[in-house]
């Protein structure tokens, strides 16, 4: 996040367009982008372990990680069962 433009200012203020280019380079944004390909990476019977592995390395979180799976496949998923599933993956 920016700084604001006077220090210690009641309330704050921020230039508008230093805020816009924070915003834009968000991490969400990368982090929707590696969503999004891990959900068209998985279909209702199959969960491919590499893109799960390279989510995973590029910022999801096992949760996020779960929730996909469970939109995806229609069978629920904890983060932990996830994890147990698919971090011994990546450790080989």
């Not at 279909?43 to 799976?69: C, F, T, Y």
């Amino acid at each position: 996040m920016p700084a604001p433009r006077k220090p210690r200012s009641n309330p704050a203020r921020f230039s508008q367009i230093e805020v816009e280019a924070w915003l834009a380079d968000h991490p969400r944004h990368a982090w929707e982008a590696v969503r999004l390909r891990l959900v068209e990476s998985i279909g209702p019977e199959n969960v491919n372990p590499a893109a799960i592995a390279a989510a995973h390395s590029e910022g999801l979180s096992w949760r996020q990680i779960a929730a996909v799976i469970t939109e995806k496949t229609g069978t629920p998923h904890t983060a932990g069962s996830v994890y147990n599933a698919y971090a011994v993956t990546q450790r080989k």
